[in-house]
């Protein structure tokens, strides 16, 4: 069975930088894409990034793209968010999830970011 | 980017009785491979998304099959044929196709 763990969440000052991790297991983790979606407080759902079942291709949303990134360990079954230049509208639950048919699959709980000073 | 819009904001349904949301994108989401990657998710109250529907029409493992979706090009509709009182949250469709992917603004639907 799928699982999903998110960690590294917690409260950031602007500008400051954050790395969010994903646990995986349950599955054969290096075969698949995976997905980054956050959700803002009260708002609805917004897609992040995804990264490559290789972790060589990655796209972003244009509102993160140059700040954060998306990465992964294969050998520790481990997908990664590097949050840099933190700002308040980065305020989120994200999530992540595995990829298949292109889009978002099976998600974890979701960790939450708090950006404020 | 590719604008999803869901119709209507909220839904107010009689347990057993039908329900229906719309969504349509601002460009055809069929992919070069003949694919169309419009998927749809629930998201019940205080719970992770769920996805429910995949490549329009594909119900995934374990979606009971009150659930069905369809559409083609740019315009999608998620039918609940008997809605029950599991299926409160908010419904979310998704496009795959072109990147940045983009989900509609989310539909809300409540038992009356």
């Known amino acids: 069975q799928v699982q999903l763990v998110e960690s590294g969440g917690g409260v950031v000052q602007p500008g400051r930088s954050l790395r969010l991790s994903c646990a995986a297991s349950?599955?054969?983790?290096?075969?698949?894409?995976m997905h980054w979606v956050r959700q803002a407080p009260g708002k609805g759902l917004e897609w992040v990034a995804v990264?490559?079942?290789?972790?060589?291709?990655?796209y972003y949303a244009d509102s993160v793209k140059g700040r954060l990134t998306v990465s992964r360990d294969n050998s520790q079954n481990t997908l990664y968010l590097q949050m840099n230049s933190l700002r308040t509208e980065d305020t989120a639950v994200y999530y992540c999830?595995?990829?298949?048919?292109?889009?978002?699959?099976?998600w974890g709980q979701g960790t939450l970011v708090t950006v404020s000073s | 980017d590719v604008v999803m819009t869901q119709s209507p904001l909220s839904l107010s349904v009689t347990l057993g009785q039908p329900a229906s949301i719309s969504c349509r994108s601002s460009?055809?989401?069929?992919?070069?491979?003949?694919?169309?990657?419009l998927t749809w998710f629930q998201q019940r109250p205080g719970q992770s998304p769920r996805r429910l529907i995949y490549?329009?029409?594909n119900r995934d493992s374990g979606v009971p099959d009150r659930f069905s979706g369809s559409g083609s090009g740019t315009d999608f509709t998620l039918k609940i044929s008997r809605v029950e009182a599991e299926d409160v949250g908010v419904y979310y469709c998704?496009?795959?196709?072109?990147?940045?992917?983009?989900f509609g603004g989310g539909t809300k639907v409540e038992i009356k």
């Open positions: 990264i490559s079942y290789d972790g060589n291709n990655q």
């Open positions: 998704m496009q795959g196709t072109h990147r940045p992917l983009t």
């Open positions: 349950g599955f054969v983790f290096r075969s698949y894409a």
């Open positions: 460009q055809s989401l069929v992919y070069s491979d003949g694919n169309t990657f």
């Open positions: 490549k329009v029409s």
């Open positions: 999830a595995t990829s298949t048919s292109s889009t978002p699959d099976s």
